[in-house]
């Protein structure tokens, strides 16, 4: 998905490499150390309406120096939310 929203929604693709970069710069300090950087953005739905939570093995996406998720929806368009990601 990331040529579209480079292409058609260029304003949240900035937004969302703007965020990165801060969080990295906040947490990480580890996009300083990068000599280039390949951004990748990915929609993945997380869909529990059939009453049984999703779940991700731990991983690392790509070999990412940096993974941000980042919540699209407007809160009130939805009921639980709760993701946990711990070390």
């Not at 280039?36 to 929609?43: D, G, L, M």
């Amino acid at each position: 998905v990331e040529l579209p929203i480079r292409a058609h929604g260029h304003v949240l693709y900035q937004r969302l490499m703007d965020l990165m970069v801060w969080s990295d710069a906040a947490v990480w300090q580890r996009l300083a150390r990068s000599k280039k950087v390949y951004p990748e953005a990915e929609y993945i739905v997380y869909d529990a309406r059939g009453g049984t939570p999703g779940e991700i093995e731990p991983h690392v996406d790509n070999n990412a120096a940096v993974t941000i998720v980042v919540l699209l929806s407007d809160p009130s368009e939805f009921k639980g939310g709760v993701n946990c990601f711990a070390p």
